[in-house]
């Protein structure tokens, strides 16, 4: 049996990828995408009649040039969405700017206009997932879209504490980033090398997710960023991980046998004591975390870089 396989029946494999051949390769359960995925996507031969769909969308939509590439914009997430939807059975992640990190009136009304761009297509709302950046506004313009039954998944989570304020919002899932902290902790520290049970990363996964069990919360724990497939055995068991179409891949062609590495008996005894943060103890908490600091603000600028870029492009197609 594949390392896939085995994976498969312990774990909810996600496809890291806005490809819809990927997708259609390895039958994954759900699909996230970001600027960056779709970026990509967008820049592949096959789905050049799509972007001319979208951005002929943009022009009926009119206004000034600036209001059409957002119209076009996100109306190439949607549409991607959608395509995606047409594979999974289940759901999809869409993520909000990055650019609206920090502004929870613009988050939600982002949120709400891509929900409703996917309900006129005809697409039920918990199919979607709401992808928004793990800041303090993140969090509260969460608490606001659960409210109104748009589930929410909180991405760029390196530290407990966004964890813990997650969880206490009641957000539908969340995205640890496993590779990402791995690769501080390489660069930062003398150790270069880590082993499936002692990568930071891993170990990160491990203590929310035995936090999470241990209290009870409904959260999802999906890891995500892996840079090999030792960090994704390392987790075996975990609610959901998201995985791109190369580790997959690797996986696919893996048959070494597996153990699981989480489930929800051992995370009773193994789960840290509940803690409640509000913002001023949250923000502090975080801040000691230097990892956490500097890899969610470094996930941010990238986001939007990407999100611009992409604007970019779309600009100079409305123009043609």
């Given at each position: 049996?594949?390392?896939?396989?085995?994976?498969?029946?312990?774990?909810?494999?996600?496809?890291?990828?806005?490809?819809?051949?990927?997708?259609?390769?390895?039958?994954?359960?759900?699909?996230?995408?970001?600027?960056?995925?779709?970026?990509?996507?967008?820049?592949?031969?096959?789905?050049?009649?799509?972007?001319?769909?979208?951005?002929?969308?943009?022009?009926?939509?009119?206004?000034?040039?600036?209001?059409?590439?957002?119209?076009?914009?996100?109306?190439?997430?949607?549409?991607?969405?959608?395509?995606?939807?047409?594979?999974?059975?289940?759901?999809?992640?869409?993520?909000?700017?990055?650019?609206?990190?920090?502004?929870?009136?613009?988050?939600?009304?982002?949120?709400?206009?891509?929900?409703?761009?996917?309900?006129?297509?005809?697409?039920?709302?918990?199919?979607?997932?709401?992808?928004?950046?793990?800041?303090?506004?993140?969090?509260?313009?969460?608490?606001?879209?659960?409210?109104?039954?748009?589930?929410?998944?909180?991405?760029?989570?390196?530290?407990?504490?966004?964890a813990v304020a997650c969880a206490e919002a009641g957000v539908t899932l969340i995205s640890p980033f496993v590779g990402r902290i791995y690769d501080w902790?390489?660069?930062?520290?003398?150790?270069?090398?880590?082993?499936?049970?002692?990568?930071?990363?891993?170990?990160?996964?491990?203590?929310?997710?035995?936090?999470?069990?241990?209290?009870?919360?409904?959260?999802?724990?999906?890891?995500?960023?892996?840079?090999?497939?030792?960090?994704?055995?390392?987790?075996?068991?975990?609610?959901?991980?998201?995985?791109?179409?190369?580790?997959?891949?690797?996986?696919?062609?893996?048959?070494?046998?597996?153990?699981?590495?989480?489930?929800?008996?051992?995370?009773?005894?193994?789960?840290?004591?509940?803690?409640?943060?509000?913002?001023?103890?949250?923000?502090?908490l975080h801040n000691q975390d230097a990892m956490a600091v500097e890899k969610l603000a470094e996930g941010i600028r990238k986001f939007a870089v990407d999100?611009?870029?992409?604007?970019?492009?779309?600009?100079?197609?409305?123009?043609?």
């Amino acid at each position: 049996m594949s390392c896939l396989e085995q994976l498969k029946k312990h774990t909810v494999v996600v496809a890291d990828t806005g490809d819809f051949e990927a997708i259609k390769q390895y039958q994954p359960q759900d699909a996230t995408t970001n600027p960056s995925l779709i970026l990509s996507a967008v820049n592949l031969p096959q789905y050049k009649s799509l972007v001319e769909e979208c951005v002929e969308y943009g022009r009926q939509c009119g206004g000034s040039l600036e209001d059409q590439v957002v119209a076009v914009t996100d109306k190439l997430f949607v549409t991607f969405g959608s395509k995606i939807l047409e594979i999974v059975p289940g759901r999809v992640s869409t993520e909000v700017d990055a650019r609206l990190s920090f502004d929870v009136e613009g988050s939600v009304a982002k949120a709400e206009k891509l929900i409703k761009m996917y309900e006129d297509s005809g697409i039920d709302r918990s199919r979607v997932l709401i992808k928004l950046s793990t800041t303090w506004e993140g969090v509260k313009a969460a608490k606001i879209l659960e409210a109104k039954g748009i589930h929410c998944n909180m991405t760029l989570l390196f530290s407990f504490a966004q964890a813990v304020a997650c969880a206490e919002a009641g957000v539908t899932l969340i995205s640890p980033f496993v590779g990402r902290i791995y690769d501080w902790y390489v660069k930062n520290s003398d150790q270069k090398t880590y082993t499936m049970d002692d990568d930071p990363g891993v170990k990160s996964v491990k203590k929310i997710y035995n936090y999470y069990k241990r209290h009870g919360y409904k959260t999802i724990v999906m890891g995500a960023s892996f840079r090999n497939t030792d960090q994704i055995a390392g987790l075996l068991g975990c609610d959901y991980l998201t995985i791109s179409p190369k580790l997959l891949e690797q996986l696919k062609n893996d048959n070494t046998s597996l153990s699981v590495k989480l489930d929800d008996k051992s995370a009773v005894t193994l789960g840290d004591d509940q803690i409640t943060l509000d913002e001023k103890d949250y923000r502090y908490l975080h801040n000691q975390d230097a990892m956490a600091v500097e890899k969610l603000a470094e996930g941010i600028r990238k986001f939007a870089v990407d999100q611009v870029k992409l604007e970019k492009q779309v600009k100079e197609l409305l123009m043609a």
